[in-house]
């Protein structure tokens, strides 16, 4: 499969883009095959709520486009990804720096190209855990994505079925 970007050149693009960089939002990690990826968010006075802990917002933004990447350099040109939606359960306070690894699997993969290989739409959900230094679960943000095979890809994909 054709890829549309390398991996070292979209975190390097991520790590200085300004939405991440000034809420102190880090990608430590990016596999090669596109299918993990580890984000930090640094506890700093400017994205410190009125608690002087974590700013929800930058705990959310944290895992804005990383799945829908994610999946644009695992399934190529062939397909339009968005994210479609998103929900954050807050569980305890972020009171230092965060984490959090995202993981998409084989099967998951399969699953998206099963799904629209004649052209239907597909909403995957993912859950990712945001954890403090410590390991502790601060917030869940379920990301559910619009996947897609673009129109010029599905004839193809029907010819061949």
């Not at 596999?31 to 959310?60: E, P």
């Not at 230092?96 to 690894?101: P, W």
């Not at 799904?115 to 739409?121: A, I, L, N, Y």
Request: hydrophobic letters at 40%; a positive charge; charged letters at 25%.
């Amino acid at each position: 499969m054709y890829k549309v970007y390398k991996p070292s050149i979209v975190k390097f693009a991520l790590n200085l883009w300004p939405p991440f960089w000034g809420a102190g939002i880090k990608i430590v990690t990016i596999s090669d095959d596109f299918r993990f990826v580890r984000i930090k968010l640094k506890l700093r006075w400017w994205n410190k709520n009125a608690n002087r802990t974590q700013y929800g917002g930058s705990i959310f933004s944290l895992t804005d486009p990383v799945y829908s990447l994610m999946l644009m350099g695992i399934l190529g040109r062939e397909y339009f990804v968005w994210d479609k939606q998103a929900n954050i359960n807050f569980i305890k306070p972020g009171d230092s720096d965060l984490t959090a690894d995202f993981v998409i699997s084989e099967q998951c993969i399969e699953e998206i190209k099963r799904v629209t290989k004649s052209g239907d739409k597909y909403f995957p959900s993912f859950t990712v855990n945001v954890l403090n230094c410590r390991g502790e679960l601060v917030s869940q943000v379920e990301r559910t994505l619009y996947v897609r095979k673009k129109p010029e890809y599905r004839m193809e994909s029907n010819a061949i079925s």
